[in-house]
């Protein structure tokens, strides 16, 4: 038999080297409030919000990003349209790094984050 959850995927952690920093981005950029949590674990962190209290989230976490855009990629959902992300994205420090790509769920675009993590922006 082949696994096959509900959600395959159940957390995502994006390391930062400065954490306030990269909520400040994150929230201009997706326009969301991440939640700083400082009671649960060896360092303070900040979640992604979710509609549900058990939505598939993640979040950020002083640590050490791959090296420029090596990493592996998060897809993240737009707040908006994607091209208005995209602007957002590169106002806010980060670098876009593709055209929008068309697929059958939707459009995204990858992006560089400003500690060199992999982003994608997805738009359905």
């Not at 995502?12 to 700083?36: C, G, H």
């Not at 707040?79 to 055209?99: C, H, K, Q, W, Y």
Request: net charge negative.
């Amino acid at each position: 038999m082949t696994f096959a959850p509900e959600n395959f995927t159940v957390w995502m952690e994006i390391p930062v080297s400065d954490l306030d920093r990269a909520v400040r981005f994150y929230n201009d950029v997706f326009r969301t409030e991440l939640k700083r949590v400082t009671d649960m674990g060896p360092n303070e962190f900040a979640i992604f919000p979710t509609k549900e209290q058990d939505g598939v989230a993640g979040h950020l976490y002083p640590g050490t990003p791959a090296q420029r855009g090596t990493g592996p990629t998060v897809h993240l959902a737009c707040p908006d349209n994607l091209e208005a992300t995209m602007e957002r994205f590169a106002d806010a420090g980060g670098e876009v790094i593709s055209d929008p790509v068309a697929i059958p769920a939707g459009r995204f675009a990858y992006g560089i984050d400003p500690d060199g993590n992999s982003i994608g922006m997805f738009a359905a």
